[in-house]
Protein backbone atom coordinates (compact mmCIF):
# COMPACT_ATOMS: atom_id res chain seq x y z
CA UNK A 1 0.00 0.00 0.00
CA UNK A 2 1.48 3.41 -1.11
CA UNK A 3 0.93 6.50 2.25
CA UNK A 4 1.02 9.57 0.92
CA UNK A 5 2.23 12.25 3.42
CA UNK A 6 -0.16 15.34 3.71
CA UNK A 7 2.28 17.91 3.01
CA UNK A 8 1.73 21.69 4.22
CA UNK A 9 1.47 24.38 1.96
CA UNK A 10 4.40 25.65 3.36
CA UNK A 11 6.55 22.47 2.65
CA UNK A 12 5.06 22.51 -0.98
CA UNK A 13 5.75 25.53 -1.25
CA UNK A 14 9.82 24.98 -0.35
CA UNK A 15 9.38 22.11 -3.15
CA UNK A 16 8.48 24.54 -5.32
CA UNK A 17 11.05 27.15 -4.66
CA UNK A 18 13.68 24.40 -4.95
CA UNK A 19 12.73 23.47 -8.94
CA UNK A 20 12.15 26.80 -9.20
CA UNK A 21 15.87 27.43 -8.67
CA UNK A 22 17.00 24.67 -10.48
CA UNK A 23 15.78 26.37 -13.45
CA UNK A 24 12.39 24.21 -13.86
CA UNK A 25 9.13 26.28 -15.04
CA UNK A 26 6.90 25.88 -11.76
CA UNK A 27 2.86 26.80 -11.01
CA UNK A 28 1.80 26.54 -6.96
CA UNK A 29 -2.10 26.76 -7.36
CA UNK A 30 -4.54 26.88 -3.91
CA UNK A 31 -8.22 26.48 -4.10
CA UNK A 32 -10.25 28.90 -1.50
CA UNK A 33 -13.49 27.98 -1.04
CA UNK A 34 -15.82 31.42 -1.21
CA UNK A 35 -18.90 32.94 -0.37
CA UNK A 36 -21.97 32.87 -3.06
CA UNK A 37 -21.12 35.42 -5.26
CA UNK A 38 -22.70 36.77 -8.88
CA UNK A 39 -19.78 35.73 -11.75
CA UNK A 40 -20.74 38.85 -13.55
CA UNK A 41 -19.92 40.94 -10.57
CA UNK A 42 -16.42 38.76 -9.64
CA UNK A 43 -15.60 39.68 -13.42
CA UNK A 44 -16.59 43.39 -12.35
CA UNK A 45 -14.51 43.80 -9.34
CA UNK A 46 -11.72 42.74 -11.13
CA UNK A 47 -11.21 45.69 -13.43
CA UNK A 48 -9.65 48.02 -11.24
CA UNK A 49 -6.41 45.59 -11.13
CA UNK A 50 -6.75 43.68 -13.90
CA UNK A 51 -8.80 45.81 -16.71
CA UNK A 52 -7.51 44.06 -20.15
CA UNK A 53 -6.30 40.70 -18.37
CA UNK A 54 -9.66 39.05 -17.53
CA UNK A 55 -11.77 36.04 -19.06
CA UNK A 56 -15.24 35.02 -18.58
CA UNK A 57 -16.90 31.30 -19.49
CA UNK A 58 -20.16 29.96 -18.87
CA UNK A 59 -21.63 26.99 -20.35
CA UNK A 60 -25.10 26.54 -21.33
CA UNK A 61 -27.45 26.52 -18.58
CA UNK A 62 -24.44 27.89 -16.41
CA UNK A 63 -23.56 24.21 -15.43
CA UNK A 64 -20.24 25.39 -15.23
CA UNK A 65 -18.77 29.19 -15.00
CA UNK A 66 -15.05 30.31 -14.83
CA UNK A 67 -13.87 33.59 -14.63
CA UNK A 68 -10.07 34.56 -14.59
CA UNK A 69 -8.42 37.98 -13.51
CA UNK A 70 -5.14 38.54 -14.08
CA UNK A 71 -2.66 37.29 -16.86
CA UNK A 72 -0.09 35.00 -14.32
CA UNK A 73 1.11 33.51 -17.61
CA UNK A 74 0.89 33.45 -21.53
CA UNK A 75 1.20 31.00 -23.86
CA UNK A 76 0.74 32.01 -27.15
CA UNK A 77 1.80 31.31 -30.84
CA UNK A 78 2.42 33.05 -34.03
CA UNK A 79 2.98 29.30 -35.48
CA UNK A 80 0.91 29.34 -39.15
CA UNK A 81 0.33 25.66 -39.13
CA UNK A 82 -1.40 22.90 -37.34
CA UNK A 83 1.79 22.55 -35.21
CA UNK A 84 0.37 25.54 -32.92
CA UNK A 85 -2.33 23.15 -31.62
CA UNK A 86 0.82 20.93 -30.62
CA UNK A 87 3.12 23.64 -29.62
CA UNK A 88 0.26 25.06 -26.98
CA UNK A 89 0.18 21.37 -25.23
CA UNK A 90 3.90 21.21 -25.05
CA UNK A 91 4.43 24.66 -23.47
CA UNK A 92 1.81 23.70 -21.02
CA UNK A 93 2.82 20.67 -20.05
CA UNK A 94 6.49 22.06 -19.62
CA UNK A 95 5.12 23.51 -16.43
CA UNK A 96 5.53 21.31 -13.34
CA UNK A 97 2.12 22.04 -10.99
CA UNK A 98 2.27 22.00 -7.36
CA UNK A 99 -1.36 21.81 -5.71
CA UNK A 100 -2.04 22.49 -2.12
CA UNK A 101 -2.73 18.86 -0.80
CA UNK A 102 -4.03 20.11 2.73
CA UNK A 103 -7.50 20.99 0.51
CA UNK A 104 -9.74 19.78 -2.73
CA UNK A 105 -7.30 21.92 -5.03
CA UNK A 106 -8.26 20.94 -8.02
CA UNK A 107 -5.35 22.73 -9.96
CA UNK A 108 -4.81 25.43 -12.37
CA UNK A 109 -6.15 26.03 -15.85
CA UNK A 110 -5.52 27.62 -18.91
CA UNK A 111 -8.20 29.54 -21.08
CA UNK A 112 -7.58 30.68 -24.54
CA UNK A 113 -8.52 30.15 -28.11
CA UNK A 114 -7.21 29.88 -31.98
CA UNK A 115 -7.38 31.95 -34.87
CA UNK A 116 -9.69 30.44 -37.23
CA UNK A 117 -7.25 30.43 -40.45
CA UNK A 118 -3.81 30.90 -39.71
CA UNK A 119 -2.90 31.14 -43.28
CA UNK A 120 -5.13 34.53 -43.50
CA UNK A 121 -3.05 37.48 -44.02
CA UNK A 122 -2.23 39.31 -40.33
CA UNK A 123 -4.59 41.79 -39.58
CA UNK A 124 -3.88 45.23 -37.45
CA UNK A 125 -7.47 44.38 -35.25
CA UNK A 126 -6.39 40.66 -34.69
CA UNK A 127 -2.80 40.78 -33.73
CA UNK A 128 -2.77 40.88 -30.37
CA UNK A 129 -4.89 37.97 -30.35
CA UNK A 130 -2.26 35.76 -32.50
CA UNK A 131 -2.55 32.32 -34.16
CA UNK A 132 -3.26 30.50 -30.53
CA UNK A 133 -3.60 32.42 -27.07
CA UNK A 134 -3.83 31.00 -23.65
CA UNK A 135 -3.62 32.76 -20.45
CA UNK A 136 -3.33 30.98 -17.04
CA UNK A 137 -5.42 33.06 -14.49
CA UNK A 138 -3.49 34.71 -11.38
CA UNK A 139 -7.41 34.45 -10.11
CA UNK A 140 -10.17 31.88 -11.08
CA UNK A 141 -13.87 31.50 -9.73
CA UNK A 142 -14.86 28.33 -10.65
CA UNK A 143 -18.74 27.74 -10.41
CA UNK A 144 -20.08 24.46 -10.78
CA UNK A 145 -23.80 23.59 -10.36
CA UNK A 146 -24.48 21.86 -6.95
CA UNK A 147 -21.38 22.96 -5.32
CA UNK A 148 -19.93 25.81 -3.50
CA UNK A 149 -18.00 28.29 -5.86
CA UNK A 150 -14.10 28.61 -5.46
CA UNK A 151 -11.36 30.20 -6.20
CA UNK A 152 -8.17 28.95 -7.62
CA UNK A 153 -4.71 31.17 -7.21
CA UNK A 154 -1.89 30.30 -9.43
CA UNK A 155 1.50 31.69 -9.14
CA UNK A 156 3.95 31.47 -11.28
CA UNK A 157 7.31 31.19 -9.19
CA UNK A 158 10.17 33.17 -9.97
CA UNK A 159 13.76 31.78 -10.19
CA UNK A 160 15.14 33.51 -7.16
CA UNK A 161 12.46 33.82 -4.75
CA UNK A 162 12.21 32.45 -1.30
CA UNK A 163 9.16 30.57 0.54
CA UNK A 164 8.93 33.74 2.50
CA UNK A 165 8.22 35.81 -0.48
CA UNK A 166 5.90 32.91 -2.36
CA UNK A 167 3.94 33.19 0.93
CA UNK A 168 3.75 36.36 1.60
CA UNK A 169 2.68 36.72 -2.36
CA UNK A 170 -0.20 33.79 -1.39
CA UNK A 171 -1.38 35.55 1.46
CA UNK A 172 -1.48 39.13 -0.24
CA UNK A 173 -3.58 37.30 -2.92
CA UNK A 174 -5.98 36.00 -0.68
CA UNK A 175 -7.20 39.22 0.78
CA UNK A 176 -7.69 40.55 -3.10
CA UNK A 177 -9.93 37.10 -3.41
CA UNK A 178 -11.80 38.53 -0.29
CA UNK A 179 -12.56 42.15 -2.27
CA UNK A 180 -13.33 39.97 -5.68
CA UNK A 181 -15.87 38.15 -3.60
CA UNK A 182 -17.62 42.01 -2.53
CA UNK A 183 -17.79 43.09 -6.04
CA UNK A 184 -20.88 44.67 -7.45
CA UNK A 185 -21.86 45.59 -10.84
CA UNK A 186 -22.60 49.06 -11.23
CA UNK A 187 -25.46 50.57 -13.91
CA UNK A 188 -24.01 50.15 -17.05
CA UNK A 189 -24.49 53.90 -18.92
CA UNK A 190 -26.97 54.25 -21.54
CA UNK A 191 -25.23 53.46 -25.11
CA UNK A 192 -24.45 56.47 -26.88
CA UNK A 193 -25.84 55.94 -30.66
CA UNK A 194 -23.95 53.70 -33.38
CA UNK A 195 -23.64 54.13 -36.50
CA UNK A 196 -23.94 50.46 -38.09
CA UNK A 197 -22.39 49.92 -41.06
CA UNK A 198 -22.74 46.74 -43.33
CA UNK A 199 -20.05 45.86 -45.48
CA UNK A 200 -19.88 44.65 -48.99
CA UNK A 201 -22.97 43.32 -48.87
CA UNK A 202 -23.72 43.03 -52.55
CA UNK A 203 -20.06 41.19 -52.83
CA UNK A 204 -21.96 38.96 -50.33
CA UNK A 205 -24.81 38.34 -51.91
CA UNK A 206 -22.94 37.33 -55.40
CA UNK A 207 -20.34 35.36 -53.65
CA UNK A 208 -23.31 33.29 -52.28
CA UNK A 209 -24.45 32.69 -55.93
CA UNK A 210 -20.29 31.73 -57.15
CA UNK A 211 -20.42 29.50 -54.54
CA UNK A 212 -23.49 27.65 -55.36
CA UNK A 213 -22.13 27.31 -58.74
CA UNK A 214 -19.08 25.78 -57.36
CA UNK A 215 -20.70 23.19 -55.77
CA UNK A 216 -23.38 22.54 -58.71
CA UNK A 217 -19.72 21.95 -60.57
CA UNK A 218 -18.42 19.46 -58.39
CA UNK A 219 -15.39 21.67 -57.27
CA UNK A 220 -16.61 21.14 -53.36
CA UNK A 221 -19.92 19.87 -51.85
CA UNK A 222 -20.32 22.85 -48.75
CA UNK A 223 -18.58 26.31 -48.03
CA UNK A 224 -19.26 28.23 -44.87
CA UNK A 225 -19.33 32.09 -45.94
CA UNK A 226 -19.51 34.66 -42.96
CA UNK A 227 -19.80 38.71 -43.40
CA UNK A 228 -19.07 41.43 -41.07
CA UNK A 229 -21.43 44.80 -39.89
CA UNK A 230 -19.39 47.38 -37.59
CA UNK A 231 -20.78 49.78 -34.83
CA UNK A 232 -18.88 52.71 -34.10
CA UNK A 233 -20.24 54.42 -31.37
CA UNK A 234 -19.05 57.95 -29.58
CA UNK A 235 -18.45 56.49 -26.30
CA UNK A 236 -17.03 53.51 -25.70
CA UNK A 237 -18.71 50.06 -25.80
CA UNK A 238 -19.82 48.65 -22.76
CA UNK A 239 -18.96 45.34 -22.90
CA UNK A 240 -19.67 44.35 -18.99
CA UNK A 241 -23.41 45.37 -19.96
CA UNK A 242 -22.88 43.23 -23.02
CA UNK A 243 -22.26 40.34 -21.28
CA UNK A 244 -25.11 40.97 -18.51
CA UNK A 245 -27.38 40.80 -21.42
CA UNK A 246 -25.17 37.74 -22.94
CA UNK A 247 -26.17 36.18 -19.93
CA UNK A 248 -29.82 36.80 -19.04
CA UNK A 249 -30.58 36.09 -22.96
CA UNK A 250 -28.61 33.16 -23.97
CA UNK A 251 -28.71 30.90 -21.73
CA UNK A 252 -28.32 27.65 -23.92
CA UNK A 253 -25.26 29.08 -25.29
CA UNK A 254 -21.65 29.49 -24.02
CA UNK A 255 -21.11 32.81 -23.17
CA UNK A 256 -17.47 33.96 -23.08
CA UNK A 257 -15.32 37.30 -22.96
CA UNK A 258 -11.76 36.95 -23.82
CA UNK A 259 -9.66 40.58 -22.66
CA UNK A 260 -6.96 41.23 -24.27
CA UNK A 261 -5.06 44.79 -23.33
CA UNK A 262 -8.20 47.14 -24.96
CA UNK A 263 -10.00 44.37 -27.19
CA UNK A 264 -12.88 42.17 -25.84
CA UNK A 265 -13.78 39.48 -28.07
CA UNK A 266 -17.36 38.32 -26.66
CA UNK A 267 -20.03 36.36 -27.71
CA UNK A 268 -22.73 33.55 -26.93
CA UNK A 269 -22.25 30.17 -29.22
CA UNK A 270 -24.44 27.39 -28.74
CA UNK A 271 -22.07 25.36 -30.58
CA UNK A 272 -19.55 22.68 -28.53
CA UNK A 273 -16.39 21.29 -30.53
CA UNK A 274 -15.35 19.04 -27.91
CA UNK A 275 -15.67 18.71 -24.58
CA UNK A 276 -13.32 15.98 -22.17
CA UNK A 277 -14.36 14.76 -18.62
CA UNK A 278 -13.00 12.09 -17.40
CA UNK A 279 -12.09 10.80 -20.44
CA UNK A 280 -15.56 11.13 -21.62
CA UNK A 281 -15.97 12.67 -24.72
CA UNK A 282 -18.58 14.69 -26.75
CA UNK A 283 -19.01 16.92 -29.18
CA UNK A 284 -21.96 18.42 -31.38
CA UNK A 285 -22.67 18.81 -34.64
CA UNK A 286 -24.95 22.11 -35.01
CA UNK A 287 -25.69 23.01 -38.97
CA UNK A 288 -28.88 24.17 -40.45
CA UNK A 289 -30.84 26.84 -39.30
CA UNK A 290 -34.68 28.39 -39.04
CA UNK A 291 -35.93 31.09 -37.22
CA UNK A 292 -38.09 31.04 -33.74
CA UNK A 293 -42.04 31.08 -33.78
CA UNK A 294 -43.71 33.88 -32.33
CA UNK A 295 -45.96 31.39 -30.39
CA UNK A 296 -45.34 27.87 -29.30
CA UNK A 297 -47.49 26.56 -32.06
CA UNK A 298 -45.41 28.36 -35.03
CA UNK A 299 -42.48 27.31 -33.05
CA UNK A 300 -43.27 23.68 -33.17
CA UNK A 301 -44.59 24.03 -37.01
CA UNK A 302 -40.61 25.58 -38.21
CA UNK A 303 -39.14 22.48 -35.87
CA UNK A 304 -40.41 20.07 -38.11
CA UNK A 305 -40.07 22.58 -41.03
CA UNK A 306 -36.16 22.45 -40.31
CA UNK A 307 -36.25 18.74 -39.42
CA UNK A 308 -37.77 18.22 -42.80
CA UNK A 309 -35.95 20.62 -45.23
CA UNK A 310 -33.38 19.09 -47.63
CA UNK A 311 -31.30 21.71 -47.92
CA UNK A 312 -30.89 21.74 -44.54
CA UNK A 313 -30.23 18.31 -43.80
CA UNK A 314 -27.67 18.38 -46.04
CA UNK A 315 -25.69 21.25 -44.35
CA UNK A 316 -25.93 19.00 -41.64
CA UNK A 317 -25.33 16.18 -42.71
CA UNK A 318 -21.26 16.95 -43.70
CA UNK A 319 -20.83 18.02 -40.11
CA UNK A 320 -21.85 14.67 -38.57
CA UNK A 321 -20.12 12.91 -41.71
CA UNK A 322 -16.77 14.69 -40.61
CA UNK A 323 -16.59 14.85 -37.38
CA UNK A 324 -17.78 11.08 -36.27
CA UNK A 325 -14.95 9.81 -38.91
CA UNK A 326 -12.53 12.59 -36.92
CA UNK A 327 -13.87 11.10 -33.48
CA UNK A 328 -13.14 7.15 -34.34
CA UNK A 329 -9.37 8.20 -34.46
CA UNK A 330 -9.58 9.47 -30.80
CA UNK A 331 -12.45 7.35 -29.65
CA UNK A 332 -13.46 4.16 -29.19
CA UNK A 333 -17.31 3.02 -28.12
CA UNK A 334 -18.71 6.12 -30.14
CA UNK A 335 -22.50 7.04 -29.82
CA UNK A 336 -24.14 9.13 -32.96
CA UNK A 337 -28.23 9.09 -32.98
CA UNK A 338 -28.92 8.28 -37.25
CA UNK A 339 -30.75 11.61 -37.54
CA UNK A 340 -31.00 15.36 -35.87
CA UNK A 341 -32.80 16.56 -33.43
CA UNK A 342 -33.42 20.43 -32.45
CA UNK A 343 -31.57 22.97 -30.58
CA UNK A 344 -32.81 26.45 -29.69
CA UNK A 345 -31.36 29.65 -28.73
CA UNK A 346 -33.65 32.66 -28.07
CA UNK A 347 -33.26 33.85 -31.89
CA UNK A 348 -32.80 30.86 -34.09
CA UNK A 349 -33.13 26.87 -34.20
CA UNK A 350 -30.75 24.53 -35.13
CA UNK A 351 -30.36 21.05 -36.30
CA UNK A 352 -28.54 19.12 -33.96
CA UNK A 353 -26.70 15.55 -33.62
CA UNK A 354 -24.59 14.79 -30.18
CA UNK A 355 -22.19 12.70 -30.57
CA UNK A 356 -20.20 10.90 -27.57
CA UNK A 357 -17.54 8.66 -27.46
CA UNK A 358 -14.38 7.29 -24.66
CA UNK A 359 -10.89 8.71 -25.45
CA UNK A 360 -8.14 6.41 -26.00
CA UNK A 361 -5.47 6.93 -24.24
CA UNK A 362 -3.05 8.42 -26.54
CA UNK A 363 -5.26 11.19 -27.81
CA UNK A 364 -5.62 14.68 -26.13
CA UNK A 365 -8.04 17.54 -25.80
CA UNK A 366 -5.82 19.56 -28.48
CA UNK A 367 -5.08 17.01 -31.00
CA UNK A 368 -9.54 16.78 -31.34
CA UNK A 369 -9.58 20.40 -31.53
CA UNK A 370 -6.74 20.14 -33.85
CA UNK A 371 -8.48 17.25 -35.79
CA UNK A 372 -12.10 18.67 -35.66
CA UNK A 373 -10.54 22.33 -36.64
CA UNK A 374 -12.24 23.85 -39.07
CA UNK A 375 -15.56 21.26 -39.16
CA UNK A 376 -18.30 21.52 -42.58
CA UNK A 377 -19.53 23.52 -39.87
CA UNK A 378 -17.81 26.71 -40.28
CA UNK A 379 -15.32 26.01 -42.82
CA UNK A 380 -16.65 23.42 -45.55
CA UNK A 381 -16.13 20.18 -47.15
CA UNK A 382 -13.96 18.92 -48.58
CA UNK A 383 -11.74 20.67 -45.60
CA UNK A 384 -9.00 22.19 -47.94
CA UNK A 385 -10.85 22.88 -50.83
CA UNK A 386 -13.61 25.24 -48.74
CA UNK A 387 -10.52 26.94 -46.72
CA UNK A 388 -8.88 28.13 -49.94
CA UNK A 389 -12.70 29.48 -50.81
CA UNK A 390 -12.91 31.14 -47.84
CA UNK A 391 -9.39 33.05 -48.27
CA UNK A 392 -9.97 34.21 -51.53
CA UNK A 393 -13.73 35.40 -51.49
CA UNK A 394 -14.11 37.09 -47.77
CA UNK A 395 -12.64 40.20 -47.43
CA UNK A 396 -12.84 40.53 -44.09
CA UNK A 397 -10.18 38.75 -41.70
CA UNK A 398 -11.90 36.20 -39.37
CA UNK A 399 -9.50 36.48 -36.76
CA UNK A 400 -10.88 34.00 -33.67
CA UNK A 401 -14.64 34.36 -35.02
CA UNK A 402 -15.62 30.51 -35.66
CA UNK A 403 -12.72 28.86 -34.34
CA UNK A 404 -12.07 27.32 -30.87
CA UNK A 405 -12.09 29.14 -27.93
CA UNK A 406 -12.47 27.13 -24.36
CA UNK A 407 -9.73 26.12 -21.46
CA UNK A 408 -8.21 22.53 -20.50
CA UNK A 409 -6.76 21.90 -17.30
CA UNK A 410 -3.83 19.85 -16.08
CA UNK A 411 -5.60 15.97 -16.18
CA UNK A 412 -6.69 16.25 -19.58
CA UNK A 413 -10.34 17.96 -18.79
CA UNK A 414 -11.32 20.68 -20.73
CA UNK A 415 -14.02 22.12 -23.20
CA UNK A 416 -14.16 24.08 -26.39
CA UNK A 417 -16.59 26.09 -28.13
CA UNK A 418 -16.67 27.28 -31.81
CA UNK A 419 -16.80 31.19 -31.53
CA UNK A 420 -19.82 32.29 -33.17
CA UNK A 421 -22.17 34.55 -32.56
CA UNK A 422 -19.46 37.08 -31.40
CA UNK A 423 -17.85 40.55 -31.80
CA UNK A 424 -14.63 42.06 -31.39
CA UNK A 425 -14.58 45.43 -29.06
CA UNK A 426 -12.15 48.16 -29.04
CA UNK A 427 -13.01 51.04 -27.66
CA UNK A 428 -15.74 52.66 -29.44
CA UNK A 429 -15.91 50.13 -32.05
CA UNK A 430 -17.17 46.70 -32.70
CA UNK A 431 -17.45 44.18 -35.19
CA UNK A 432 -19.70 41.44 -35.32
CA UNK A 433 -19.81 38.13 -37.91
CA UNK A 434 -22.09 36.09 -38.96
CA UNK A 435 -21.93 32.65 -41.71
CA UNK A 436 -24.31 29.98 -43.38
CA UNK A 437 -23.35 27.41 -44.65
CA UNK A 438 -23.72 27.30 -48.26
CA UNK A 439 -24.61 24.04 -50.32
CA UNK A 440 -25.72 23.69 -54.04
CA UNK A 441 -29.51 24.76 -53.08
CA UNK A 442 -28.46 27.81 -51.18
CA UNK A 443 -30.53 30.94 -52.07
CA UNK A 444 -28.27 34.33 -51.44
CA UNK A 445 -31.47 36.41 -50.09
CA UNK A 446 -32.46 33.24 -47.48
CA UNK A 447 -28.40 32.97 -46.79
CA UNK A 448 -28.37 36.48 -46.12
CA UNK A 449 -31.51 37.10 -43.86
CA UNK A 450 -29.79 33.84 -42.02
CA UNK A 451 -26.77 35.67 -41.12
CA UNK A 452 -28.99 38.75 -39.89
CA UNK A 453 -30.48 36.61 -37.17
CA UNK A 454 -27.73 34.95 -35.91
CA UNK A 455 -26.27 38.63 -35.55
CA UNK A 456 -29.45 39.56 -33.18
CA UNK A 457 -27.73 38.15 -30.05
CA UNK A 458 -24.56 40.26 -30.24
CA UNK A 459 -26.59 43.22 -31.82
CA UNK A 460 -28.94 42.90 -28.35
CA UNK A 461 -26.19 42.64 -26.16
CA UNK A 462 -24.61 45.78 -27.58
CA UNK A 463 -27.52 48.25 -28.13
CA UNK A 464 -27.04 48.22 -31.45
CA UNK A 465 -30.57 46.13 -32.84
CA UNK A 466 -32.43 49.47 -32.91
CA UNK A 467 -30.22 50.71 -35.62
CA UNK A 468 -30.68 47.92 -37.50
CA UNK A 469 -32.57 49.23 -40.41
CA UNK A 470 -31.30 46.52 -42.83
C1 LIG B 1 -21.31 30.16 -39.12
C2 LIG B 1 -22.27 30.33 -38.20
O1 LIG B 1 -23.10 29.33 -37.79
C3 LIG B 1 -22.96 28.00 -38.32
C4 LIG B 1 -23.81 27.81 -39.50
C5 LIG B 1 -25.09 27.32 -39.42
C6 LIG B 1 -25.98 27.25 -40.65
O2 LIG B 1 -25.58 27.71 -41.72
O3 LIG B 1 -27.11 26.76 -40.57
C7 LIG B 1 -25.60 26.88 -38.19
C8 LIG B 1 -24.79 26.84 -37.09
C9 LIG B 1 -23.34 27.09 -37.19
O4 LIG B 1 -22.68 25.88 -37.39
C10 LIG B 1 -22.48 31.64 -37.52
O5 LIG B 1 -23.36 31.72 -36.65
O6 LIG B 1 -21.76 32.59 -37.82
MG1 LIG C 1 -27.54 27.41 -42.73
Not at 2 to 15: N, Q
Not at 159 to 167: F, G, I, Q
Not at 249 to 254: D, K, T, W
Request: proline share 5%.
Amino acid sequence: MITTMRKTFRETLALAVDDAKQGQQVIVSRTIPVPHINPLHFFAAAEDLYSGERTFWMSPNSDETMVGAGNEWIIDTAEQSNARFTEIETEWKRFKKYTDSSNSDKGPILMGGFSFDPFKNENHLWEPYKEGRFVLPSFLGVWKKGQKPEVTIAKVILPNETVEEAEADFTERALYVKKLCRGKITAGSTPAPFEMNEHHTEEWLASITKATESIRNGELDKVVLARDITLDSETPIDVQGALKTLINEQQSSFRFIFENGSSSFIGATPERLVQIKDQHVRSACLAGTIKRGSSDKEDQLLERELLEDQKNLEEHAYVVKMIREALLNHCSDLQCPNGPGIYKTKNVQHLYTPIEGVLNNQSSLLDIVKHLHPTPALGGLPQEKAMSMIREIEPMHRGWYAAPIGWLDTEGNGEFAVAIRSSLVKENSAVLYAGCGIVKDSNPKMEYEETKMKLRPMLSALGGLKYDRT
